[in-house]
């Protein structure tokens, strides 16, 4: 069964603290890994897709890379409209309909 | 792009009564996905519609729980004889496969207590 796990599970940084989430996964052929931010009380946002090891991508201040057994997620000096909890999910070749995701980090950053 | 919509927001009920949710998608997505959230996990597969066929269901998805998508568009998702371990964010979600991007869209869920 795919398994994804994160860590830390709380992260409490200071704004312009950068530091880096970690996602690993076991999966059987990784179709994709997702990355997702959730606000208390809404629905989880998209931000990145990654298909393949070496693959990176960035928004804003968020760098996310993957690697054959895990993804980091890179805050680069971050502010405190980036607390929220952060999602990683695979989602596999064979049954590509469905998402696995990690419990998650939650990102604290105070001014 | 209106987003996906979910209601109610919230819903409360006592144990053994039923509960019904709905579900708007984006309108060009084809695939329609439940999923249940517990406080501190991260969303939990339940099942997803391909136009308007039900293509998978998961263990979690007991014979109280019935999803249904008439007609490809909306869908609604009733729990019957609601339990308090039913107490979740149900959270609906949709794509659109045909572009080779496959990411989900995520309504903001319909938090459910069952007293």
């Known amino acids: 069964e795919d398994q994804v796990t994160q860590s830390p599970e709380a992260l409490r940084l200071q704004e312009g603290e950068s530091s880096s989430l970690n996602c690993s996964y076991t999966?059987?052929?990784?179709?994709?890994l997702f990355w997702y931010r959730q606000d208390p009380g809404k629905g989880p946002e998209f931000l990145f897709t990654?298909?393949?090891a070496g693959e990176e991508k960035e928004k804003e201040r968020l760098k996310a890379t993957l690697t054959k057994k895990e993804s980091f997620l890179h805050i680069t000096a971050p502010k405190p409209e980036d607390s929220a909890t952060y999602l990683c999910?695979?989602?596999?070749?064979?049954?590509?309909?469905?998402?696995?995701f990690g419990a998650g980090t939650t990102v604290t950053v105070r001014a | 792009d209106t987003g996906v919509s979910q209601d109610p927001r919230h819903k409360i009920t006592k144990r053994g009564q039923n509960v019904t949710f709905r579900c708007d998608p984006i309108s060009e997505h084809n695939r329609l996905y439940w999923y249940r959230q517990t406080l501190g996990q991260g969303p939990e597969f339940l099942t997803y519609?391909?136009?308007?066929?039900?293509?998978?269901k998961s263990r979690l998805l007991s014979d109280r729980f019935s999803a249904e998508r008439p007609k490809g568009s909306f869908s609604t998702l009733e729990i019957q004889r609601t339990e308090q371990g039913d107490s979740a964010m149900y959270l609906c979600?949709?794509?659109?496969?045909?572009?080779?991007?496959?990411?989900?869209?995520f309504g903001s869920g319909t938090q459910l207590s069952v007293l």
């Open positions: 519609f391909q136009n308007e066929a039900q293509l998978e």
């Open positions: 979600a949709s794509s659109r496969t045909d572009r080779g991007d496959e990411k989900l869209f």
């Open positions: 990654l298909y393949s």
């Open positions: 999966v059987s052929g990784l179709r994709g």
């Open positions: 999910a695979v989602q596999p070749h064979s049954n590509d309909y469905k998402l696995s």
